[in-house]
């Protein structure tokens, strides 16, 4: 006998990324960025840490959402802050659908998105996209209470367009959650849609661009009535105060991370054009990791082959998916490691 709600005990629940232990791996896997996060954050951090962790952090994280505000352009009652952008996904879940609601999504994207609509009992409505990923009309034909898009989305990276985005909000009806985990690597954003529509919620994650994946850090940009709704459903202290303070210190700092940006989207770049040199097809990423088919063996066995190098990427055996390999744009070192192994894996090309 079960003691779970019935839709718990039927779902799967979300796979995260392997986390190897030990040293050695050269880890491309799970979209980190690979440059340090800038130096004053760690100083911040190091001034944090004293007797004043006794206390709770602020509930509302507002120096954060005042820091978020100013570079964003928007009031701090249109920001609400994570514990990375999962919790901010998974605020808007249980805020906005529930048993006998609908969550749309695409196939393939974010796998939590269904996670969160399995959890909160909805019925999960998942458009395949076309085969280079773009948006099939389809999408457009559904209503839905919640939409979770990511953009640029996983595994290919490819970013859809603001009349794209637009069109959806309008048909989709419902909250729209606009993932941008990614779009700090990206030529543009929606986050005007978050300041124009009182149904979008545009969702930022620190670990990708701001380089501090271990501190968990989101946000989300909404109409102050959506962001207050939410926060009464998030957790009471749900940023602790290093994460807090960090927040602050990253945000301070965004020259720093221009640099960063401009150097992973370089990366990119020369990865991109090493891999296709070697035969495989790269789709057209604007994210910090590329999707990436081999010409001769099946993905599957390059993954095995790269893992027994001790070089992580990621592979997801499912029929959209298992042709490619999703690879996270690594520093130029790694970068000329992967092509190497790769071109001995496969053998360069024909
Ligand atoms: C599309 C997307 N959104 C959100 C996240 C999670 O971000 P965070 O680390 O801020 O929780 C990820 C992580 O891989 C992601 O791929």
């Known amino acids: 006998m079960s003691y779970f709600r019935e839709n718990i005990e039927r779902m799967e629940g979300y796979t995260p990324g392997f986390q190897p232990k030990g040293e050695g791996w050269i880890k491309l896997n799970t979209n980190e960025n690979p440059f340090p996060p800038s130096p ?19 509930p509302l994280s507002d120096r954060v959402r005042d820091k978020v505000g100013s570079v964003y352009g928007v009031d701090r009652e249109c920001v609400i802050v994570g514990n990375g952008c999962d919790e901010v996904l998974a605020i808007a879940a249980r805020s906005f659908v529930g048993e006998g609601d609908r969550l749309l999504m695409t196939r393939p994207t974010y796998t939590l998105y269904r996670v969160l609509g399995e959890i909160q009992g909805a019925e999960v409505i998942e458009v395949r996209l076309k085969n280079d990923f ?16 990511s953009n640029p989305n996983p595994p290919s990276g490819i970013l859809y367009s603001r009349e794209e985005m ?14 941008e985990a990614y779009v700090d690597f990206a030529a543009q954003d929606c986050l005007e849609m978050a ?11 620190f670990s990708k661009y701001l380089s501090v994946a271990g501190l968990r850090l989101g946000f989300a940009v909404a109409d102050k009535s959506l962001i207050s709704g939410m926060m009464k459903v998030k957790d009471s202290y749900n940023v602790n105060c290093l994460s807090q ?7 301070d700092d965004l020259n720093y991370y221009r640099e960063v940006v401009r150097k992973v989207c370089q990366e990119r770049d020369i990865l991109s054009q090493g891999l296709q040199r070697l035969g495989w097809k790269v789709f ?7 999707f990436a088919v081999p010409d001769r063996l099946p993905a599957s066995q390059v993954y095995e082959e790269l893992y027994q190098r001790k070089i992580l990427v990621r592979y997801f055996d499912s029929p959209e998916t298992r042709h490619g390999l999703r ?5 130029t070192e790694q970068n000329r490691r992967l092509l190497e192994a790769v071109e001995e894996i496969t053998g360069g090309k024909e």
Not at 51 to 58: A, M, N, S, V
Not at 166 to 179: F, K, M, N, P, S
Not at 195 to 205: E, G, Y
Not at 284 to 290: D, H, K, L, Y
């Open 40 to 58: 004053k954050v760690i100083e911040s951090l190091h001034a944090a840490i004293d007797g004043r962790i006794r206390l709770y952090p602020d």
């Open 245 to 251: 303070v960090a927040a602050v210190a990253a945000l």
């Open 327 to 331: 690879i996270t744009i690594g520093t």
């Open 166 to 179: 637009e069109e959806l909000v309008r048909r989709a009806g419902g909250v729209v959650v606009i993932d």
């Open 195 to 205: 300041k124009t529509h009182d149904n979008v919620i545009i969702a930022r994650s």
């Open 134 to 149: 773009s948006l099939p009309a389809e999408i457009f034909s559904h209503k839905a209470e919640l939409t979770c898009i």
């Open 284 to 290: 057209p990423s604007q994210a910090n990791f590329v």
